[in-house]
């Protein structure tokens, strides 16, 4: 089974805190993920890597940067956390496009951030 | 802009009764459609999926159909049962998006199959 493994389940930070997330997938998967999820508004794709070293945006970047040194690891970085950044982020993995699973995104089990 | 769409927020079907998830896209160049179930403090998991190219697709208890021309489309779960509490994102795949699955999903639909 694939297993996408995201560090913490709940985060409380204050605002103006460097926030780490960090997501580690153990099935070799080319492409990595970051969501936030929040009510209302569905699951929203933040950044993306589809190799080590390479990112691109999502349609809610602002706020946020990522890290890819590794095939396995990919972090989300909250600069300067702020109170509208509390949500429930979820990492997902899947392989590359033109093998039969190419389109079924692993997602971890969500770490709930809480910016006070 | 919300690309992909699931109006009902929520539904509550009765045990063995069939429940009909609906979700509207707005963008033409989506060409695959994928449904999610996500449980309470666990990540989603990929349920079904279908193609542009068909219009329906089914799996066990799960059929989902695609009306392309009315950019439509829906999740029949029959029978219903009370594991099948969740919510269920509606997700869909532009053909432009290269090598990186990348995936528009919707504001989701709370499921309760109740006894």
């Known amino acids: 089974d694939v297993k996408v493994t995201q560090s913490s389940r709940y985060l409380v930070k204050r605002t103006g805190e460097k926030v780490f997330l960090e997501c580690v997938q153990d099935m070799d998967h080319e492409n990595m993920f970051w969501y936030r999820q929040d009510p209302g508004l569905g699951l929203r794709l933040i950044y993306f890597s589809y190799d080590v070293k390479m990112k691109e945006k999502g349609d809610i970047p602002e706020g946020y940067s990522v890290s890819r040194e590794k095939k396995e690891r990919f972090s989300l970085i909250l600069e300067s956390a702020s109170t509208n950044q509390t949500s429930m982020y979820l990492c997902?993995?899947?392989?590359?496009?033109?093998?039969?699973?190419?389109?079924?995104?692993?997602f971890g089990s969500g770490t709930q951030l809480s910016v006070l | 802009d919300q690309q992909v769409k699931q109006n009902s927020p929520s539904l509550s079907v009765q045990e063995g009764r069939i429940s009909i998830l609906n979700c509207d896209y707005t963008?033409?160049?989506?060409?695959?459609f994928l449904w999610y179930k996500k449980y309470p403090a666990e990540g989603p998991t990929f349920l079904i999926s279908i193609s542009s190219i068909k219009d329906k697709n089914e799996d066990g208890r799960f059929t989902v159909f695609l009306n392309k021309s009315a950019k439509h489309l829906s999740l029949h779960i029959v029978p219903s049962q009370p594991g099948d509490s969740a919510v269920y994102f509606c997700a869909a795949k532009r053909a432009d998006t290269g090598t990186a699955s990348k995936l528009t999903f919707g504001t989701g639909t709370r499921l309760q199959v109740t006894l």
């Open positions: 997902a993995s899947s392989p590359v496009a033109g093998k039969r699973t190419n389109e079924k995104l692993f």
């Open positions: 963008n033409s160049m989506f060409d695959y």
